[in-house]
């Protein structure tokens, strides 16, 4: 079932429910952090009170944890430069309530590592899964070059991700060895054949649907709010903060995963509201 969207500024849950919340996720994407003047319809430097904005409806939420959807920070001309970027805008994200979950996006490793943007904010591997609440959650890292190359230093085109056969086979035997309910979350997408896709989508939506315990998919890369549902699973693409000036065109959300499978997506500002009460509907 897929619910009406909401308008510019929401401050109230969407939809109403008796039952608790067996976890809930505060969602964040494409900050694009930077210290320096717009492009087009990116805002660089508007992420820091847009998140701002974020944070205090996070303090009343009060979720378990935050999941930034990757590019928390634009490109720089240097390392110095790019990491003085992630350093400010992690020193605001890292202060959320919670634990903080960080997506790797095409923009995160364009000058930077992925040794030096993970080891920047203190997470210990690009993908990874954990259990919470009775439920598992698993983060991919697309950000693999066709020939199995890790992004980093501009040695990528972003028209370029995958998940490499490591990380497919790892995703293979993470979903088969568990027997809860699955949320995922990666950065590029695995819903469309276009240049914001992964281009091995269809291999890792095949594992996804065989494993057959995945309720959905959080995507960022795109931009702007996009729904697809694939074989049961549903594709959630979030708004990016980024986007236009002025807190009203940004774009955060409240998930809750409710203990029967309910998830619930809260939007706010330009990010849609949604409620799937089973990966069938």
């Given at each position: 079932m897929l619910a009406a969207g909401v308008g510019l500024s929401q401050t109230a849950p969407l939809f109403a429910t008796d039952a608790e919340p067996a976890v809930r996720v505060?969602?964040?994407?494409?900050?694009?952090?930077?210290?320096?003047?717009?492009?087009?319809?990116?805002?660089?430097?508007?992420s820091l009170a847009k998140l701002a904005e974020a944070a205090k409806h996070f303090e009343q939420d009060k979720p378990d944890l935050v999941v930034e959807l990757g590019?928390?920070?634009?490109?720089?001309?240097?390392?110095?430069v790019e990491m003085r970027y992630l350093k400010r805008i992690n020193k605001d994200f890292a202060a959320l309530p919670g634990e903080q979950h960080y997506v790797l996006g095409n923009h995160?490793?364009?000058?930077?590592?992925?040794?030096?943007?993970?080891?920047?904010?203190?997470?210990?591997?690009?993908?990874?899964?954990?259990?919470?609440?009775?439920?598992?959650?698993?983060?991919?890292?697309?950000?693999f070059r066709s020939d199995g190359e890790p992004y980093g230093r501009r040695n990528f085109q972003w028209t370029d991700p995958?998940?490499?056969?490591?990380?497919?086979?790892?995703?293979?035997?993470?979903?088969?060895?568990?027997k809860k309910k699955t949320v995922v979350f990666v950065h590029q997408r695995l819903d469309v054949k276009n240049n914001h896709a992964v281009k091995n989508a269809t291999a890792v939506r095949k594992v996804m649907e065989d494993a057959g315990n995945v309720l959905a998919v959080f995507q960022g890369h795109s931009h702007q709010n996009d729904y697809k549902q694939i074989n049961?699973?549903?594709?959630?693409?979030?708004?990016?903060?980024?986007?236009?000036?002025?807190?009203?065109?940004?774009?955060?959300?409240?998930?809750?995963?409710?203990?029967?499978?309910?998830?619930?997506?809260?939007?706010?500002?330009?990010?849609?509201?949604?409620?799937?009460?089973?990966a069938k509907d």
């Open positions: 505060g969602l964040v994407t494409d900050l694009h952090h930077a210290d320096k003047k717009p492009a087009g319809s990116r805002h660089y430097r508007e590019d928390l920070i634009d490109r720089a001309d240097s390392v110095a995160c490793v364009d000058t930077l590592t992925k040794e030096e943007f993970l080891g920047e904010v203190g997470q210990k591997a690009s993908y990874y899964s954990f259990d919470r609440g009775g439920f598992h959650f698993v983060v991919l890292d697309a950000c995958n998940i490499p056969t490591k990380e497919l086979n790892w995703l293979a035997a993470d979903l088969k060895k568990t049961g699973i549903h594709y959630c693409v979030h708004r990016a903060m980024v986007e236009g000036s002025g807190k009203e065109n940004s774009g955060f959300s409240t998930l809750d995963v409710f203990p029967d499978g309910t998830l619930k997506l809260s939007g706010h500002r330009k990010q849609k509201s949604y409620k799937w009460s089973d």
